[in-house]
């Protein structure tokens, strides 16, 4: 597709459940990164991938948190037994290369509205 | 840790008008600077960036100012039209990617018409 596609749009849950989050990325973009956006707040770095390995995860709140990325384009975010604070906007983004501001440019898909009760 | 702010949470300004967003940050050692802007239900959108050794870029109707002595940025939208409506946030990157980015909180900025 033309742009970042994240799936699904909405998810509701109920505390405790586990949930998967998918993002394919614009084809060809080698990084790809996933934030969390509270209500009222900007979005929040979770970790980021160059090709199939997770470069930075350092924005992972706790062990609950997982993303995988096997082939080097869709990715997964993981969240074990999920709590009511994980409710959120997940986004996810992708950028040609990681290196410079012109092919490090960020686009944004529409994210994932996770609702935990 | 790296801190972003911004001045004020709500902007309303009349179509046409000119339209200053504010942010201040803390880490001075960010080597990149980004606009956002996000309608409801998007993901943010790249308008403009600045890197540290500039102090003013201009694009399309945007200017982008960067005070480094105060730890100040600013985004200027000229003739603001109803379209710009949306919550505009700042960001700061440096480090092992340009990807990696600190937001701000976000202002929300409404156009009358």
């Known amino acids: 597709g033309a742009g970042v596609s994240q799936t699904p749009s909405n998810k509701v849950t109920e505390k405790g459940k586990y949930v998967e989050l998918r993002c394919d990325p614009i084809?060809?973009?080698?990084?790809l990164y996933w934030y969390r956006q509270s209500l009222g707040q900007g979005p929040e770095f979770l970790i980021y991938?160059?090709?199939?390995?997770?470069?930075?995860d350092s924005g992972l709140p706790n062990d609950r948190f997982f993303a995988v990325r096997p082939e080097g384009s869709v990715s997964t975010l993981k969240i074990q037994r999920t709590e009511r604070g994980d409710s959120a906007v997940y986004l996810c983004?992708?950028?040609?290369?990681?290196?410079?501001?012109?092919?490090?440019?960020?686009?944004f898909g529409e994210g994932s509205r996770l609702t935990v009760l | 840790g790296e801190s972003v702010g911004l001045h004020l949470p709500t902007l309303s300004v009349q179509e046409g008008d000119n339209s200053i967003i504010n942010c201040a940050y803390s880490?001075?050692?960010?080597?990149?600077f980004i606009w956002y802007k996000q309608e409801s239900g998007k993901g943010p959108q790249f308008i403009i960036d600045?890197?540290?050794?500039?102090d003013k870029r201009q694009g399309q109707r945007v200017t982008v100012l960067l005070n480094k002595t105060v730890k100040h940025l600013s985004l200027q939208i000229a003739a603001t039209q109803p379209g710009d409506s949306a919550v505009y946030f700042c960001?700061?990157?440096?480090?092992?990617?340009?990807?990696?980015?600190?937001f701000g909180q976000g202002t929300i900025l409404t156009v009358h018409p």
């Open positions: 983004a992708s950028s040609l290369t990681l290196d410079t501001p012109n092919t490090g440019e960020l686009f």
């Open positions: 084809s060809g973009h080698t990084a």
């Open positions: 991938f160059q090709g199939t390995g997770a470069a930075d």
């Open positions: 880490n001075s050692a960010s080597d990149y």
């Open positions: 600045i890197r540290s050794n500039m």
């Open positions: 960001a700061l990157a440096g480090g092992t990617s340009y990807g990696k980015l600190t």
